[in-house]
Structures are given as C-alpha cells and as structure tokens.
C-alpha cells in the first residue's frame, strides 16, 4: 500500500516539488489533467487538486492557458527562481562542514508588531538561511551570507535592520544546542533514518515500482527540505559527538537519486494516459 499525504503536506506544496523535479527546464506546459492525477498518486482528491492549481495560480507561480477545451499550466519565472534557489540550499545542505572564522553572522531588525505575516515570512526566510533567535529581533548564524539576508529584506520593503560580522566573547557565548534546540534536531534526524531506510534497502533489492518512486522520492525531499531550517548547520568546535546528518544526507541522495529514473517512468506514464 503507498503512503498517502498527511495534514501537513499541502498539495500546493507537493505540487510545487514536483513542477521542479519534473518540468524544470520544460519549455511546453503540462495537461492540468496530468497534475491532479500526479497529485491522486498522493491520495490528493481532485478537487483538492484543482483548487491546489488555483492558489498556485492566484500566488502568481503558474500561469493558466487554454488550448481548445483543455487547460494547461506552467511555472512562471517567479516559481522557477523560487525553486532553483530553495533546490540549491536543499541539495548541498550538509555535504560539508563549513570553515569557520571565528565571527558570526549577525541581524538585527524592526517591524510593526503588528505586521504578523511580514514577521513570519521574515522567520521563516531566516531559520532557512541557518539563523536561530538569541532575541526576538536578534539573529545570528556561524556562517550565513549576509548579502542574500540584505537581499531578503530588500525583497520584503523591511527598511529597518542591521547586518554584521562579530565575534562573541567567551563570557557572553549563549548555549547553542538550547538556542538551536540541537536534542531536538537529532530526534528529528533519527525518525528521517528511520522513515526511508527501508526504503533504500528495498531499493537495493529492486522492489519498488515507478508509482511508489515517484511518492517516496517527493517524500523524502519534502522531509530533507525541513533540515535547512532546523540545523544552523554549525562548524566542528560546536557539534554535539556522533551528529547523525552526515548519516541522513546519504539516505536522502541514496532514495532521491536512485528513485529517479523510476518516479520519471511514472510521470511520463500519468502525462500519456492524459494527452
């Protein structure tokens, strides 16, 4: 039996994941037809579906066109700006401890309190780019780039913030595995390891079919793609002993990368039956 979506996984979001595994690159729209029966291999109804392409369209990240009586959609340059920056943080995420130099990335920032979605975009961006919270507006990272943080903030009108290289003096150092909450980074490690090993073995023995592929490999990307906001990514004099990422990535590329030829057959197969 294939897992089906949970609650948390929103069809917007699946289907944005796969737009970029599939039709990155692809000059030619894709059948909306096609698109929700992507989204049925997830349990995803096709109501669901079609109001999933609806809010994608309404949020400008795919354009909508006709052909005849038939409706075809594909990603605007917004979308693929969006996914080749997120797909470029998600896929190099733990394949090397960063050096460190001593300094620390620094962001300090003032919005309205009551501008709530601007807060939480701008929390959301930032835990992404590796930044905890010593403070409500004050944020740091042991090696994040400061240039796409003005970038960000440019990008969201915030027009009052401070960026900055420094160092922490010993007596002022906070307690990072509590600022980055790192036993619970862990856990969460172990319970990825857990979910798509078997998954690898399978794998290895050739017993998945391209319908399961292509669901556990959208699933492992979307589980691997919360570990850039959870994991601040921190050098070797801060790592706890026996950190497990380096064990997850390669369980993550083992099912991503050997997933893909099969979950391609199944797509291709979906985009036949609905031309």
Known sequence: ?????????????????????????????????????????????????????????????????RRGRR?????????????????????????????????????????????????????NSLRFMGFAPLYDALWISPSADLHSVADLFCDLGVKRFTLLRAEILPIAMPNLEVVWDLDSVRDSYQAFIERFKPICERLARGRVQPAEALVHRTFVMDAWRAFPRQDPDLPHPFLPPDWPRARSRQIFLDVYDGLGPLARTRVNELLAASE
């Open 1 to 65: 039996m294939l897992p089906i979506a949970n609650a948390r996984t929103r069809p917007q979001r699946l289907l944005v994941t796969i737009l970029g595994d599939y039709w990155r690159g692809r000059q030619e729209p894709i059948p909306s037809a096609t698109l929700v029966a992507v989204l049925g291999e997830f349990g995803v109804s096709s109501a669901s579906a079609r109001a999933a392409l609806s809010r994608l369209t309404s949020r400008e990240l795919l354009i909508r066109s």
């Open 71 to 123: 409706t075809y959609y594909h990603l605007t340059d917004r979308a693929l700006r969006q996914i080749d920056a997120g797909a470029g943080r998600i896929l190099s995420f733990g394949a090397a401890v960063p050096e460190w130099d001593g300094h620390w990335s620094v962001v300090a920032f003032s919005v309205s309190e009551s501008d709530r979605r601007l807060r939480h975009l701008m929390r």
